[in-house]
DNA sequence: CATGAATGAGTGTTCATTCAT
DNA sequence: TATGAATGAACACTCATTCAT
């Protein structure tokens, strides 16, 4: 239902909750695009989803708890899509184009999601415990994946370690969304995906110096 | 209370507050360091300066208002260095250059007032009528008369409104400071300035194109 | 329902409840060997017993309405026990000894239940008006019948109130019981009824003086 | 002015705090005499003293706080009496049974608090960290004292350990006095005296056998 | 200048209970 | 017979704020 991805790939998770649990991940995520998540309160939530309080504390056991789901959730779709966008691209540079461009495209559409995971859930550290990390584990492990599939295949590099490479790549992808995300400004994502993979790839390449 | 710019020397101006009002302040920024603000609370800022509660609520209209007071405070010797150490650059450009190294140098020596000014205030609308607010404001202009007088000795082309210049500027030293402020990661600020200036004075100059 | 007191044999009453009553019943149970009655919960109780919280409330229409359940049902079995091990005892004084014995028996085997019936259960005057209390009295009633037949019979002494002996009987058992069940401390049933016994007997025969 | 004792020994204790403070102690006080301590509520306890509910936080930290700072202050006032009276008593047999009788007066006069020392707070292992336990060791440091001087100087048989000698002295006091406390029995000081200090005595003495 | 006492309005969380199916 | 969804009222505890002194 919130599918973003621009080539479907149904989800009908939703439709398997009742209906206050919906409402109320539906709250949520509207008082987060007003207000920070800290000063959302209970009562706030229960109302604008016109549910009962004690109801949100059965489904979700806490506000982090309800926080994470809805974090996990959106991440989840953001997998699922991805994977399905990554179908048919061969080579691991293309594949990691590719990715680089989904993520900045989520980062530049979904500002609240994204202000929360970079900056709100990092410093909390239930958080790596959390089912949002498994997913962020899952899409990391992912990464990992496709840089040594093209170390194997001789299209990357092999004289720096996997992780590092994944570190820069996300990391560069994080720096040129952070100031959009966090002052609400607009960023196109085609040239921000041609900025970071320009600079990055002509060094990762094997035959790069 | 102007401090003689001449000879540096730290400021007095705080003699002239009562003790009470030193200690909180002193108070806020130590917590500051060690947890975000809106989990701090008056009663473990007036423990921690030695005070009573009711003396702070007494100098600082709301916990807001004591946050700004600091912040404004800290702004504003931020400034006065500032004035300090323009002093004998000739060139609008140099001046620039050196007001570059001069911010990008306290965001990576103040992490905790640097996230608070670049995030937590900034989604107030009590900001823009705070002394906070004001400080940034006379630190704006002073950047706007540099450019101008940039332009007016030919310095600098005069075909790009001088307030766009001043937000390129600005937008360019915030965008390399915020990840490291954000994710207290160490930056250099030499390299920083330098890849800040290096980039935008090219386009800047009059004989640029 | 009426168990054949014959041939000893687990009673089967249980048979004629529903699984879901079984085994709410078997989880408070359960549930009070770990914790006292006022901390347990509704959700923890039809969590154990594997049921809904719903149907919990259907079968005792409150939670003290459970407890009592429980406790009138402990009772009926202590009481049928009693019954069965007195039969072939003769002697008014014998039959008090044996019950002397076969409650201080109960009292150390069963600490949690003990607990619940000397302290919680008595501060609560619906306690009164509860199927417990209802067992309770026919304990006490076959209590005055013995020593009744022990007045007619010449063997206890006419000249006190046999509505006093009995107090003071099971008054005697009481205090030796309480302080192990309340500190959870074991009890020597053979010792301590002998203490009683000794003590009362002596002054309840008819040529006692 | 919770004195209870018979011959004064002046404690203003009291005077020193503020109303508040008092009201709110006198309040849980009241309702302890009406009802157990759990079932007792923040809110109760602030309407019955007529002071909010934030207060009764700022001056006892949690509910159980302020129960042991209650209970605290009831035993040190049992205290101070306690040595009072023993002024000028001579033999530690003799300073025993005045102990005795102290204690079973106390418990026979406040049964409230007896119950709430004797049951509830021996549940909670908070309890061996509170100022409560404190006074309850300070008190019985001063029977092993007593003890000890019996011993020295030949009044009291020296092949027992003095620690097992208290215990047994405790045990009786409390075995004596508990079912009266719980089930609100009056009990005549000065017969279960006579019963504890005659059956324990004799067997205590240097030439006992 | 500084403080102790006091408060109103919440905070997230928990509970026993009800109802439609 | 049994359940999932939903709720009202309370729970202990916390907060920024005010006032008399």
């Known amino acids: 239902m919130a599918r973003t991805v621009e080539d479907v790939a149904p989800n009908d998770r939703s439709t398997h909750y009742p209906a206050g649990h919906i409402k109320v991940r539906e709250a ?35 506000k ?58 990092r410093n909390n550290k239930a958080y790596f415990q959390s089912k949002t990390y498994d997913s962020v584990r899952r899409f990391s492990r992912r990464i990992l994946d496709i840089i040594d599939e093209g170390i194997q ?20 992808i994080e720096h040129v969304c952070l100031p959009s995300v966090i002052y609400d400004r607009d960023l196109a994502p085609d040239a921000a995906t041609e900025s970071v993979c320009n600079i990055l790839f002509d060094g990762l390449r094997k035959n790069a110096d």
Not at 31 to 58: C, H, M, P, R
């Open 28 to 62: 949520l995520i509207s008082l987060l695009k007003v207000k920070d998540f800290n000063s959302i309160t209970w009562a706030e939530i229960a109302q604008t989803a016109g549910v009962n309080e004690a109801l949100i504390y059965k489904y979700f056991r806490s």
């Open 64 to 121: 982090r708890g309800l926080l994470h789901t809805v974090l996990h959730e959106y991440l989840e779709d953001f997998l699922e899509g991805l994977d399905y966008s990554l179908k048919g691209i061969k080579g691991s540079l293309n594949k990691l184009r590719k990715i680089a461009w989904y993520q900045i495209d989520l980062y530049n559409r979904e500002h609240v999601f994204s202000k929360i995971l970079l900056i709100e859930v």
């Open 153 to 172: 295949n001789g299209e990357i590099r092999d004289d720096i370690p996997p992780k590092h490479i994944r570190q820069i790549f996300l990391g560069a």
